[in-house]
């Protein structure tokens, strides 16, 4: 549980974008469609197919204060709302001052640059109301509740960790490490930015059919498939997690703030059910690097990632299916 | 001064209705039979002193003869006239239309708005009014008024539908109405009034609005639009509102009938088959001025009615403008209670008025709620456009205010779809969506057919369609509602099949005339999409008439305009991906982390002893007192907690304090700084003090995190 | 200690950590024996051929250089050789944060280097000498080359390389604040660097302490707030890196200058140094580690 020793606001600022805007090269501008971003997802999708070579994005914002943020008895002054800007992959922090709409008014807002060159994938955006309280400078009074995400290459604003799929030859990939695996139909690569699954085009009619919506017992093997990569995905992602986490002075490991903590976040409660996600990772950490316990872990390690990838209710599919091509070949 | 009917027809009038010939008045004049039928005849006109001698043989002043505005009180007074029973026995069982469906004031507002929008008086371009008043009656007050009602003269009849309420709904709903009203000591009236519409106009009995409301009831239900006008099967709402059956009228003529325009007041009743002092009773009665040209004199019509008189049947309108007023009386809700879940007969002896103003409230609710979902289109305007409707509710007891008059604003009720047909009024709508709060405007095609089953296209119509960012308030995200005309809402329909994400719009479709007057064939449309209506006005499809007019595959245009509807949309809302990023779409979306939106899910308890209270302040030596409640699991063997004290930070590892001081104080001991829980204690308290000395940084900038961790806490 | 390889690569390239694992030998960790080059090269992915940036003889040559003139002081290599790797290897943000770049670079084109810079501490014996892994192809904060790159990214002011210099002549200053995101903030990095200067907290104990005040007091303060940064414009960097084509080597005795970008508000500078100097003078541990 956390304390602040001064009065804040016990609710959320609410965050929208309401415009997005590319700067091109030639130093003209692109207005993209409102689809380029969701509110439900809390995302914008700056991928954008003609331009890939954009310079800045505008996004315009509107935050929404918590009633009691302007009241003239508010215990607070120098009311400010800031947005800000984070990229843990690239070091960013870009912050930009909002302004209020109206006097009094508990709606502020205003534009955010985000440079092309400054980032690599996701940033987040967060607005903080800041304010001086008991003669203390600076001090957040509220902020937005969740994130938004500003996915600097995706084309759909969709929330959530994409792990990325790749097709290649294992034989003739430039790739060359992964000519020793050519007899796989896939490995999974967790060592990157993201967690890549290659998919060996060698194997003859694979990809056709993971790419294929064909229908009947060939959909059902597609779907029994993609249980099983996923299995193996989840398997090694969750391990690639826990593999290399910080530590606190006190010995407690941190979540890692990149994919791999969403992955801890995700599987945890079925790796290590009913602790909070904090106890259950000092738990699997404990067991990782101590002397005993590990073994035991992988039953409940492969047990989170069946569930993820759906396996039991792909197997079914493909069970009901067998039964009924069994069924019309006997009559 | 009003200007009164010629004096000829007036005078024939009030003899017939003073149940006086032509020769009697001679004769009481001293005068020719040939002198008074000149009069009548338009041919001549009486002498000023002859004038006062007329108007005693009427029983009436000299002020009513020479402004002939009322008809005089002589003769038959106002009465209740019921139909008697057919001549073959037969027993219809009352109007089947008015009691076909339940009571709900929302399909009434629907109905009763349709109806006003259709009598609009378009000619000087304002909007017409409609305005619903809710008044409870109680007491005096209700006393009162069912003296004005002449109920006396109806409680028989009551009492007799009362007796069969065991065999049809019909006499359930009429029984339990009138034991509301004397068991509860209440009467709900509703009113609806129009201005600026057309009013009731037409004889009492030829073909017009006001034959087609008060006479034909059965008639209109059996044929359709075509013979009942603009009042539909809708008036019959009317009747179903009314728990008693009963819809008093007052209306003002857009069209002088009888030479009157103000106070035309008639009353209409619905009640079932019935048999009074062994006389048996078709079902319908009428309140009114026995019509002297009639069988008996028996059948009344309706009166033109003095100010007093509608004051006292609360029928009194705000001032001369057209336009008509319906009084339901005994106006209840049924819909309501299925929705609200609360049986009023079950409180019977809870004091019943408090319940009383829960309903009319509620009613009020209700119908504001409904007027802003199916009219807010009709009740926009922008740009030099003026809305084709206001409509308002306000709520009364008793004459007191119990909710103030209540304008339904369209921008409240329904945001982003009023935001939408503003802008495409005014000619902002933009091409794409850049910004949140535009709308976006496309053209989608309605292929008209032929008609009469000829194969071909009559030609194409251009519907408007108009997209943008979707509000709370509007209700289901992701919607096209489509509207013809009379910008009634007639289709809402979902748009399928949109990917996760996508940022929940409103979108509306105008066709017909409401695409705008220059749009090509809107008038074609506009025929062929009221063809494809039901009565239920709720959508487009296969029906009798546009199989009838133009083809039994007709209706598959309007399913090709929502094909272009949804492409539309989805052009508009949805992100074009980039060809052959569908592959591996599916293993990409298994593989998905989707982000947490939901705290953890907790069991039936906790398994674990758990941190549930935590109240701290700063001491006097900057140190951080802390005094935190603990839950514990319900277990047989509790396991010890360390409770540990840290700073949040930035980022990066925290801080972990020391304690100065760590104490129990309830359900629990310390022992080296790990919480030994009691057996079986339910809770735990304990309070502590850090060491400010191993405080980072002054302790009025830290953030203080307390954990409890297993064990010894390493 | 090992050697470079024998076949040193012409061209920078993208190695990924997989891709890597295989020579990450035991004998390579203990600093006993390298690898040829040439099998290595084979599982490079390459960058793009007319890309002058990508030419790794400059970089083998800056690592040459260091070696010869720290070859006494190998921790005072960094603050020499952070500079100069990010004025001669001039990428954007976006480009550092692959990793497989530096990847490639420390196995692929200096191996001996980072042998060297990283083995543990020689006082132990030589045969426990051993690199960690993690200096090949680990965390950008804690591998050989992006630690260094990313420091003089993030200490640098505009064009300034000055503060980068004072920054990583400290290692607990680099090392504690390289994890942390505080400096991500240009004038918290920019605060950080004077207050060192001033010689308000100089040990390792007393910049621990620095820091944790400023981290805690992060949790509920918005530095953002108290000290605004200019915008910089990407077109600045962008030409900067076009120029690389046609620029000369990086100085080896003067330090190279860096993008035109605007400099950090020198009023937001001396706020927060203020501020943080005053945050590390009131705090009760002053630098006493915090017991873990």
Redesign the interface.
């Known amino acids: 549980m956390k304390f602040y020793p001064y009065k804040r606001l016990n609710r959320p600022v609410g965050l929208r974008v309401t415009s997005v805007s590319l700067r091109l090269p030639d130093r003209t501008r692109d207005h993209l469609d409102t689809s380029a971003f969701s509110t439900p997802q809390r995302t914008v999708a700056l991928g954008v197919a003609q331009h890939e070579d954009w310079l800045s994005a505008r996004i315009g914002l509107s935050a929404t204060l918590p009633p009691g943020a302007t009241d003239p008895d508010a215990p607070w002054s120098d009311l400010r709302v800031l947005a800000v800007l984070t990229d843990g992959d690239t070091n960013v922090r870009t912050t930009v001052e909002l302004r209020q709409d109206a006097p009094e008014s508990k709606e502020w807002s205003g534009a955010i640059e985000v440079r092309r060159d400054d980032h690599v994938g996701r940033a987040d955006l967060a607005v903080h109301a800041v304010a001086t309280v008991d003669g203390v400078r600076g001090r957040a009074i509220t902020e937005t509740d969740t994130d938004w995400t500003i996915d600097t290459t995706a084309e759909e604003p969709l929330g959530g960790l994409r792990l990325d799929v790749k097709q290649t030859s294992f034989t003739k990939s430039a790739r060359e490490w992964l000519r020793p695996y050519a007899d796989a139909p896939w490995v999974v690569d967790a060592s990157g930015r993201l967690p890549v699954v290659m998919v060996n085009t060698d194997v003859e009619g694979f990809s056709d059919l993971l790419g294929g919506e064909t229908g009947g017992m060939e959909n059902r093997v597609h779907e029994l498939l993609l249980s099983q990569m996923a299995t193996d995905v989840w398997t090694a992602v969750f391990h690639s997690a826990v593999g290399d986490l910080e530590v606190e002075p006190d010995g407690s490991p941190v979540f890692p703030s990149d994919w791999r903590g969403e992955v801890l976040r995700e599987m945890l409660p079925d790796v290590v059910p009913g602790l909070r996600a904090e106890d259950a990772l000092r738990q699997v950490h404990r067991r990782r690097t101590g002397d005993a316990g590990w073994a035991e872990l992988q039953t409940r390690v492969h047990f989170a990632a069946v569930r993820r990838a759906g396996a039991r209710q792909s197997l079914a599919n493909v069970l009901r299916a067998l039964q009924q091509t069994n069924r019309e070949d006997r009559s | 001064m009003e200007a009164g009917e010629e004096f000829g027809p007036w005078l024939a009038r009030q003899l017939r209705l003073a149940n006086k010939t032509q020769a009697e008045l001679a004769e009481e004049l001293g005068l020719t039979r040939a002198a008074v039928s000149a009069w009548i005849t338009k041919r001549s006109v009486p002498r000023p002193t002859v004038m006062g001698e007329i108007a005693k043989a009427l029983g009436t002043d000299l002020g009513t003869v020479h402004t002939r505005t009322t008809d005089t009180q002589a003769g038959l007074p106002v009465t209740w006239y019921h139909r008697p029973g057919y001549q073959d026995g037969g027993r219809d069982g009352g109007n089947a239309a008015a009691f076909a469906f339940d009571a709900d004031v929302q399909v009434l507002a629907r109905e009763t708005c349709q109806n006003s929008l259709d009598e609009r008086l378009v000619e000087n371009g304002r909007p017409v009014r409609v305005r619903y008043t809710i008044h409870e009656l109680t007491g005096e007050k209700l006393e009162a008024f069912r003296a004005a009602l002449l109920w006396d003269e109806l409680q028989p009849h009551y009492s007799a539908v009362s007796e069969s309420a065991a065999d049809q709904k019909v006499g359930r709903v009429v029984d339990a109405g009138v034991r509301d009203m004397f068991e509860k000591g209440r009467l709900v009236l509703l009113r609806i009034d129009d201005y600026n519409a057309s009013g009731l106009t037409g004889d009492d009995y030829d073909d017009g609005k006001f034959a087609a409301v008060v006479r034909r009831q059965l008639e209109s239900l059996k044929s359709g639009r075509g013979a009942g006008g603009s009042y539909g099967l809708g008036k019959a709402t009317l009747w179903a509102t009314s728990a008693l059956g009963m819809v008093l009228i007052n209306s003002t003529l857009s069209v002088p009938h009888e030479g009157r325009t103000e106070r035309r007041v008639i009353g209409r009743l619905e009640l079932p088959w019935r048999s009074v002092d062994g006389i048996p009773y078709a079902g319908p009665a009428w309140l009114g001025r026995p019509d002297p040209e009639t069988h008996n004199a028996e059948v009344v019509r309706s009166w033109w009615a003095d100010e007093e008189t509608v004051e006292r049947l609360h029928l009194t309108r705000d001032n001369d403008e057209p336009g008509t007023s319906f009084l339901i009386v005994g106006a209840h809700d049924v819909a309501s209670l299925e929705q609200g879940g609360t049986d009023s007969d079950d409180e019977e002896g809870n004091a019943s008025d408090g319940d009383g103003i829960r309903d009319i409230r509620v009613m009020h609710r209700r119908l504001v709620e409904a007027l802003g979902r199916d009219f807010w289109a009709a009740m926009t305007g922008g740009g030099s456009r003026l809305p084709l409707l206001e409509t308002s509710v306000r709520t009364y007891r008793n004459g007191e205010i119990v909710l103030e008059e209540e304008t339904v604003d369209p921008t409240d009720i329904q945001p982003s779809r009023s935001r939408a047909l503003r802008a495409f009024y005014e000619g902002t709508t933009v091409d794409r969506l850049t910004e949140a709060g535009q709308v976006a405007l496309r053209a989608v095609p309605l292929k008209l057919p032929l008609f009469g089953g000829r194969s071909g296209t009559l030609g194409t119509h251009q519907g408007v369609l108009l997209v943008t960012e979707a509000e709370d308030k509007d209700g289901v995200p992701n919607q096209v509602h489509s509207l013809r005309g009379n910008r009634m809402t007639i289709k809402k329909s979902t748009v399928h099949g949109l990917p996760l994400g996508v940022t929940q719009f409103q979108a509306v479709l105008l066709v017909g005339h409401a695409a705008g007057e220059s749009a090509p064939f809107a008038g074609e449309a506009e025929e062929f999409l009221r063809a494809a209506e039901p009565p239920e006005h709720d959508r487009w499809g296969q029906t009798e008439e546009l199989t009838l007019r133009w083809s039994h595959s007709a209706h598959n245009r309007i399913s090709r305009l929502t094909t272009e509807v949804n492409a539309a949309v989805k052009e508009l809302v949805v992100r074009p991906k980039r060809p052959g990023s569908e592959e591996s779409a599916k293993l990409r979306k298994k593989l998905t982390v989707q982000r947490k939106t939901a705290a953890v899910k907790r069991g039936s308890g906790p398994t674990v002893p758990e941190l549930v209270e935590l109240d701290a302040e700063i001491g006097e030596s900057k140190e951080w007192r802390i005094t935190a409640e603990v839950k514990l699991p319900r277990a047989d063997e509790l396991p010890a907690m360390t409770p540990v004290v840290l700073l949040e930070v930035r980022s990066g590892g925290r801080p972990r304090l020391d304690w100065a001081e760590l104490v129990a104080v309830e359900g629990c001991e310390v022992e080296g700084g790990v919480l030994h829980f009691e057996q079986g204690a339910r809770r735990a308290v304990f309070r502590g003090a850090t060491d400010p000395t191993s405080h980072p940084v002054r302790t009025e900038l830290t953030r203080l995190a307390l954990e409890l961790r297993a064990g010894s806490g390493e | 200690m090992i050697e470079q390889p024998h076949h040193l690569p012409p061209r920078l390239g993208l190695l990924?950590?997989?891709?890597a694992?295989?020579f990450l030998t035991e004998d390579l960790l203990r600093g006993i024996q390298g690898h040829g080059g040439v099998d290595l090269a084979?599982?490079?992915?390459?960058l793009p051929e007319e890309d002058p940036r990508w030419r790794a003889e400059p970089l083998r040559e800056l690592i040459d250089d260091v070696l010869h003139q720290f070859k006494e002081n190998r921790t005072e290599a960094d603050a020499w050789l952070a500079p100069r790797l990010h004025a001669a290897l001039r990428l954007?943000?976006?480009e550092?944060?692959?990793?497989?770049i530096w990847n490639h670079l420390a196995l692929g084109v200096a191996p001996d280097y980072v042998a060297w810079r990283h083995a543990s501490a020689p006082s132990s014996g030589s045969a426990d000498s051993r690199v960690a892994a993690a200096r090949f192809?680990g965390?950008p904060d804690r591998q050989c080359f992006s630690r260094l790159w990313?420091a003089a990214?993030?200490f640098r002011n505009g064009r300034d390389y000055a503060p980068v210099v004072v920054a990583c002549s400290n290692q607990d200053l680099i090392h504690t604040v390289m994890?942390?995101?505080?400096?991500?903030?240009r004038p918290t990095a920019q605060a950080l660097v004077r207050v060192l200067q001033s010689g308000i907290a100089t040990t390792g104990r007393e910049i621990n302490?620095l820091m944790?005040?400023?981290?805690?007091?992060?949790?509920?303060?918005?530095?953002?707030?108290?000290a605004?940064?200019e915008?910089?414009d990407?077109?600045d960097?962008?030409r900067w890196i076009e120029e690389a084509e046609t620029a000369p080597p990086v100085p080896r005795h003067e330090l190279p200058t860096g993008p035109e970008e605007e400099p950090v508000p020198e009023k937001s500078v001396e706020t927060l140094t203020k501020y943080f100097a005053d945050?590390f003078e009131?705090?009760?541990?002053r630098g006493?580690?915090?017991?873990?």
């Open positions: 990924s950590a997989t891709a694992d295989p084979k599982v490079v992915e390459p954007t943000r976006r550092a944060a692959d990793r497989r192809k965390s990313w990214e993030l994890r942390s995101d505080l400096v991500d903030h302490g944790a005040a400023i981290n805690t007091a992060g949790a509920t303060l918005v530095y953002d707030a108290m605004a940064d915008w910089r990407p077109e960097l962008r945050l009131t705090a009760p541990v006493r580690a915090p017991q873990g």
